[in-house]
């Protein structure tokens, strides 16, 4: 079995605008690497100037500039695993880990809280667990329990988000049941790693 600072996967790059003017996201990344790397960059000054700008920007900016902005602003990891191109058809090795995602909470106090919850779970072992660029959010990254091994992506995911919604009555985005998944990397420097990975 693979050692915790072993696993590696896709970062990519900040978004860009296309050759109509829409805010896409990058599809090829632009290296591998670590939960330390991560957390390291998610504790670092790195990401405060868009996390605290995006924050900013909520109430007085449509769903659209906001997504824009994340878009261009923030750089990507596929914590499931190293991708050539950010499509399920193009993972090279899957890692080990799932981001599980959990939305639209009333504050940033409340996400701390089930930060909390998540990291003292005794049957999920984290991996890293921050709060979203917006601040309202909460983003799990665990390593695959052994009661999913042998699931494909989405059953792991299903299984996972059924544990966190009978054990915290709380409610997981479904989008992270895709395999390559992107998550936004923040500045949280609170943000939990796990002393494992480092």
Known sequence: MMQPTEIIFSIFPKGYRNQRGVAVLATRPQQTQTIRWVGEYI??????????????????????????????????????????????????????????????????????????????????????????????????????PEWTQGCDHKTAFQMLKQHVGFEYGIAVDQSGSDICRACFLPYDPECYINQIYL
């Open 43 to 144: 504790k670092s000054e790195r990401a405060r100037w868009a996390t605290e700008t995006l924050r900013s920007m909520i109430g007085s900016s449509t769903k659209e500039e906001l997504s824009d902005f994340k878009k261009l602003n923030f750089e990507l990891a596929t914590f499931a695993g190293v991708f050539n191109y950010r499509n399920a058809r193009s993972i090279l090795t899957r890692s080990s880990l799932m981001v599980l995602d959990i939305d639209d909470l009333s504050s940033t106090s409340e996400a701390r809280c089930i930060q909390q919850q998540l990291v003292s779970d005794p049957a999920v072992e984290t991996a890293l667990c921050f709060v979203s660029p917006k601040g309202i959010g909460v983003k799990w990254v665990v390593r695959l």
